[in-house]
């Protein structure tokens, strides 16, 4: 099993990159918050890679931090559920908004991924609530819709930066109500968090 890879990036597509390693173009599969993440093109990357073999093709799914991997490894174990399922269930949101919907029985967010219908959802909460750690994942709010959305990006950020789900989570949890709402003010107040545990 290939477990990482890292080499320059060659190009981006829809679903996937092409990252050169010794000579060699491979070609990873990845979710949207990875491509969107990615970096330029020309440049160094590291992805955790999940190996998916079948009878007559081996395929190769990156992702940014071993947390995305993980929940792309469980998906993939629910029956029913091939790496093109998982890889759109990955790819509908951050990652912590897709567990808190599995770990809170939220079918109906679930249902409205492309490709999952009602009982393919159920089944993912059937199956996986139970193994989700609920621990760290951010509770709901009253938060506005754009704050929300402020914070997820920030999440990801945080996450690039080597920090863990869990860790962004917390440090964002942290701000206090009165933080201001913009990107690089909240980053900074999440980052002196780090600095205080």
Same mark, same amino acid.
């Given at each position: 099993?290939?477990?990482?890879? *890292?080499?320059? !990036? ?9 990252? #050169?390693?010794?000579?060699?173009? =491979? ?9 969107? /993440? &990615?970096?330029?093109?020309?440049? #160094?990357? *590291? =992805?955790?890679? +999940?190996?998916? &073999?079948?009878?007559?093709? !081996? ?17 993939? @174990?629910?029956?029913?559920?091939g790496p093109k399922v998982a890889l759109s269930i990955l790819s509908a949101a951050p990652l912590h908004e897709i567990q808190s919907a599995i770990a809170g029985s939220d079918t109906a ?13 159920? *089944? ?7 193994? &989700?750690? &609920?621990?760290? $994942? ?8 754009? $704050?929300?959305?402020? /914070?997820?990006?920030?999440? #990801?950020?945080?996450? @690039? $930066? ?12 942290? =701000?206090?109500?009165?933080?201001? @709402? /913009?990107?690089?003010? *909240? ?5 002196? +968090?780090?600095?205080?545990?």
């Amino acid at each position: 099993m290939i477990a990482s890879v *890292r080499g320059t !990036l060659l190009s981006i597509g829809n679903d996937h990159v092409v990252v #050169e390693i010794g000579g060699l173009g =491979l070609h990873v599969f990845a979710p949207q918050p990875v491509l969107s /993440n &990615i970096g330029a093109i020309g440049g #160094e990357v *590291r =992805l955790h890679t +999940y190996t998916h &073999i079948r009878e007559d093709t !081996l395929s190769l799914y990156g992702f940014s931090f071993p947390e995305q991997r993980k929940l792309f490894e469980m998906v993939l @174990s629910v029956a029913g559920i091939g790496p093109k399922v998982a890889l759109s269930i990955l790819s509908a949101a951050p990652l912590h908004e897709i567990q808190s919907a599995i770990a809170g029985s939220d079918t109906a967010r679930l249902s409205r991924i492309p490709g999952i219908g009602k009982k393919t959802a159920e *089944r993912l909460v059937l199956e996986l609530k139970s193994k &989700i750690d &609920i621990t760290g $994942l951010p509770t709901p709010s009253t938060a506005s819709p754009a $704050l929300m959305a402020t /914070n997820n990006e920030l999440a #990801e950020m945080l996450i @690039s $930066l080597g920090f863990s789900a869990t860790e962004a989570s917390a440090a964002i949890q942290s =701000l206090p109500a009165d933080a201001p @709402s /913009n990107l690089e003010e *909240r980053l900074r107040l999440a980052l002196r +968090y780090f600095g205080s545990v």
